[in-house]
């Protein structure tokens, strides 16, 4: 059977009158690829956009991340990709994908929410903390001095969307045996858990008393990354392109375009936080 | 009898209270069961409660002091240092809940008078002053004008910090459950209820040195103060109560169900209910048991275990509604949990506490007092 026939034998009647060009005998032949439309991942372009942005004065910069609740599978590669980026220890989470189940069990869909912190222009947070620890820079993220915290978990409470955890100085290696050179322990290997390199410093969190532990910790879009010319880890890793990041001051950037679309929310606009985190619905 | 016992109460107290505090200074805070969802526990409740009754201890001072009650003729002293005591015990507490309690000299010399925590801390500080101040001056020079000086500021501060306390909360406008306009009002009434109740506790069982006849009208007294409070206290719980589930708000919902039928059933129906406000309320207006020292003494601690009930029931449930809900049921580990009940830990630092404020209280009555007054008067 020819492909022609194949179309007229199954095509339904709408359907055959939009392949009537080809039933009637056009010749099919497969475009090379030079012949289709050049189209960039939208890492490359975001990766290039950064590097723009960081050639501006840091005042002139406005970070964003845009969530396309659309693309979002619910994997989870953001939430885990952030976890190793910054050495999370145990109990400590910058950006869970919140699930929520729809329907009566076996009619059930999924809808995924990946929260990570909101960067506030109006954050509730900062203002609570009695030694100015946690503040908005001078990029706009809301960051945490954590030689200046003193653990009152009082932005903890403050914070609307829950984005704080606190670092209650647990290891995931912790009471790991040694084994005859196969188990290495948490002696040898806890250097790993130890390596965060947040806010472009070291932190290595080895003493029970070592900040970050006794602090409050939260997501600051990879702030250290940043100013590398490189994307947060929850946007590289993401696998269905979900997530964007980058200067909402730059009218020509991914984000600039995909925040003035009109199906564009931010969570609990009605508190007046102005989130820095939008989500296409 | 009672005093021995509530000496041995407070050793006893002190002694396991030191466990809690070597771990807790040592070991860290992993073995609390506070938190990153429900981040205040026991040891904010139990500052919110001393913190309120060191004001409301001061509040009492003034009847003698400031208002010339003739009831409390002679009890300013004793109040005073209730207060003096119970302040410091209060912010030992939360001093023990700070992840870095060595900074906390941040807060006096970089701090951020936007936040009404450090505007607190400082609130507190300066009671503090004038709380030692007072007294001072009380067993110094009692008639001068000085004392009524200090006492008319100290007055006016210990209504400013409870309200203060109160307003830490109720301005969080993330937790509905707390952000209720009422609240700066209502804690300068829990404030003077606790100290009513303290009072009726040291009177009716650690002071019969005071007259007959004025120790009986004292007591009677003070019952009517708690039950005056004990009534508005149980009035605004409805208020809130009735509001939320009528209102419907999820958030609020959620709050006082957890208290109402859900896991603080118990602490919220017995203690705080039947042991914080029904038992006093059927007890205390009746003269003669109200003018019986031992049970007028009974019911101030069945009043301020109440007390501690409420503070708890205000600072947990208010914190069990998911600000993302589901948020908890997606990252799992340790401190990540929306059910909270004290760790063993956590009561004994809070023994500690306690018995630190038992002792200290009963240490000050029986020597420290009259002490400081015999060095004061050979001064002079």
């Not at chain 2, 396991?16 to 860290?28: A, K, P, S």
């Not at chain 2, 913190?51 to 004793?78: C, E, H, I, R, W």
């Not at chain 2, 205390?284 to 009930?309: C, D, E, S």
């Not at chain 2, 503070?311 to 997606?330: D, F, K, T, Y």
């Amino acid at each position: 059977m020819t492909e022609a026939n194949l179309l007229e034998k199954y095509a339904s009647e709408v359907f055959a009158g939009l392949v009537a060009p080809v039933a009637e005998g056009l010749e099919i032949s497969a475009l090379s690829a030079e012949d289709l439309p050049a189209k960039e991942d939208a890492l490359v372009r975001m990766e290039r956009e950064l590097k723009r942005a960081l050639e501006k004065p840091v005042s002139e910069r406005r970070w964003v991340m845009v969530i396309d609740l659309r693309r979002c599978v619910g994997c989870n590669a953001c939430t885990v990709a952030c976890v190793a980026e910054n050495k999370l220890p145990p109990g400590v989470v910058y950006r869970p994908v919140i699930t929520e189940e729809i329907g009566t069990y076996p009619n059930v869909t999924m809808r995924f929410l990946p929260r990570p912190c909101m960067q506030c222009d109006k954050p509730p947070c900062t203002e609570v903390c009695p030694v100015t620890a946690t503040y908005k820079n001078e990029e706009g993220i809301v960051v945490i001095d954590y030689e200046q915290c003193i653990g009152c978990r009082a932005c903890m409470a403050a914070c609307p969307y829950g984005a704080r955890t606190f670092d209650f100085g647990y290891y995931y290696l912790e009471q790991l045996p040694v084994l005859d050179e196969t188990i290495v322990g948490m002696e040898t290997a806890s250097g790993y858990e130890h390596a965060s390199q947040e806010y472009g410093r070291a932190w290595k969190r080895e003493k029970r008393h070592d900040s970050p532990i006794g602090n409050v910790r939260k997501c600051h879009f990879c702030l250290h990354r940043i100013k590398d010319g490189i994307l947060p880890a929850c946007v590289t890793t993401c696998i269905g392109r979900a997530t964007y990041f980058g200067d909402a001051n730059d009218p020509d950037s991914l984000v600039s375009e995909l925040i003035s679309q009109p199906n564009v929310i931010r969570l609990k606009e009605e508190l007046g936080t102005e989130p820095r985190v939008y989500y296409i619905v | 009898m009672i005093k021995k016992i509530s000496y041995a109460v407070g050793v006893l107290a002190l002694l396991f209270g030191l466990w809690g505090v070597y771990v807790r200074l040592f070991e860290g805070e992993q073995s609390a069961n506070y938190g990153s969802y429900i981040s205040w526990g026991l040891w904010v409740a139990i500052y919110l409660f001393l913190a309120g009754v060191s004001a409301g201890a001061y509040m009492l001072a003034t009847f003698d002091y400031l208002f010339n009650v003739p009831q409390f003729k002679g009890t300013g002293k004793t109040m005073l240092w209730a207060s003096l005591v119970t302040l410091p015990a209060g912010l030992a507490s939360i001093g023990m809940d700070l992840g870095h309690m060595e900074r906390i000299w941040k807060v006096y010399l970089q701090p951020n008078f936007t936040s009404f925590l450090a505007l607190m801390v400082w609130g507190y500080t300066i009671f503090l002053i004038l709380i030692a101040i007072s007294l001072y001056l009380a067993i110094k020079a009692p008639e001068k004008a000085a004392l009524k000086a200090v006492m008319w500021i100290g007055f006016v501060v210990s209504i400013l910090v409870a309200g203060g306390v109160g307003f830490l909360l109720g301005g969080n406008a993330a937790r509905m459950y707390w952000h209720v306009g009422l609240l700066p009002v209502q804690f300068p009434v829990f404030a003077i209820a606790s100290g009513a109740a303290l009072m009726l506790l040291l009177v009716g069982w650690f002071m019969p040195s005071l007259d007959g006849k004025q120790r009986g009208d004292l007591l009677w007294l003070l019952a009517i103060i708690s039950i005056a409070t004990s009534v508005a206290k149980l009035y605004f719980l409805l208020a809130d109560f009735t509001q939320s589930l009528y209102g419907g708000a999820v958030d609020n919902v959620i709050a006082v169900q957890s208290v109402l039928t859900g896991p603080y059933r118990f602490s919220f129906w017995v203690v705080q209910i039947v042991i914080g406000l029904l038992i006093p309320l059927l007890v205390l207006p009746q003269p003669k048991l109200a003018k019986n020292g031992f049970v007028a003494g009974l019911m101030g601690l069945f009043l301020l275990i109440g007390y501690v009930a409420a503070r708890i029931l205000i600072v947990v449930p208010g914190q069990i509604p998911e600000m993302m809900p589901g948020q908890a049921e997606v990252f799992h580990g340790p401190k990540l949990s929306l059910a909270y009940t004290p760790s063993l830990m956590e009561w004994s630092v809070t023994s500690a506490v306690l018995g630190f404020a038992i002792l200290g209280i009963l240490i000050g009555m029986d020597y420290l007092l009259d002490y400081l007054t015999r060095v004061m008067e050979a001064k002079k």
